[in-house]
């Protein structure tokens, strides 16, 4: 079965630093991996996916994310937050056996200081 | 494009009565997914169609919660009779199931209160 997980509940970053939100998987088989972010009061938005190829994947807002095989991660990276990057950010994987559903993370909430 | 659109954004209702939620994805998609938010339970897929037929409804909480899709720009979210417990934010989203694999475009949600 497919899962992942989010182990921080709560991110706290000052503004200018660099900021990380991880995520590891569990798939049987090639994963395909998403980030969302949800802004308070609105759905989600797409920021990034993985499907193959490089590991490095370039995504919305400045956001990238390396996905890592062997440690069945898919971190969220950017290089220096910003207080609107304050947000709740879901990592999902996709259904690999044909189906097109994604299971979702529980979710991390990025607090940027000012 | 509008994107995925929702109606009502907001609905509050008694115990026992009657809610359906409304959903038009965007056009051409023809995936369509029905997800319910709460702070217990985090983000859960409820059902979600294919071509209008449902494929997997097992997220569905029991009998009370139905959906339908009569067409390629139409889905019904019903809960009959709604309880206090079904408070939550019901989100739909849609994509293109294609050879490809493709970002799913969720709508702004309906934030629905049970009296």
């Known amino acids: 079965a497919q899962s992942v997980a989010q182990p921080e509940d709560q991110v706290n970053v000052a503004e200018g630093n660099p900021l990380t939100v991880k995520c590891t998987y569990s798939?049987?088989?090639?994963?395909?991996l998403f980030w969302y972010v949800q802004y308070p009061n609105r759905g989600l938005q797409f920021l990034l996916k993985?499907?193959?190829?490089?590991?490095l994947v370039k995504g919305s807002y400045g956001f990238e994310a390396e996905f890592n095989k062997s440690q069945t991660s898919f971190h969220l990276k950017k290089p220096s937050a910003l207080v609107s990057d304050s947000a709740l950010y879901f990592c999902?994987?996709?259904?690999?056996?044909?189906?097109?559903?994604?299971?979702f993370g529980t979710g991390t909430r990025l607090t940027v200081i000012p | 494009d509008a994107g995925v659109i929702q109606s009502p954004r907001h609905e509050v209702t008694e115990m026992g009565q009657e809610v359906t939620l409304r959903c038009k994805p965007i056009s051409g998609h023809n995936s369509l997914f029905w997800y319910r938010q709460t702070m217990m339970r985090g983000l859960e897929l409820l059902i979600y169609f294919n071509n209008n037929v449902p494929i997997d409804d097992s997220g569905m909480p029991e009998d009370r919660f139905s959906a339908k899709m009569p067409n390629a720009s139409f889905s019904t979210l019903k809960i009959q009779p709604s309880e206090p417990r079904d408070s939550a934010v019901y989100f739909c989203a849609s994509t293109l199931t294609s050879g490809g694999v493709n970002e799913q475009f969720f709508g702004p949600g309906t934030r629905l209160t049970v009296l």
């Open positions: 993985y499907i193959t190829g490089d590991n």
């Open positions: 999902a994987v996709r259904d690999t056996t044909g189906a097109n559903n994604l299971f």
């Open positions: 798939v049987s088989g090639n994963p395909y």
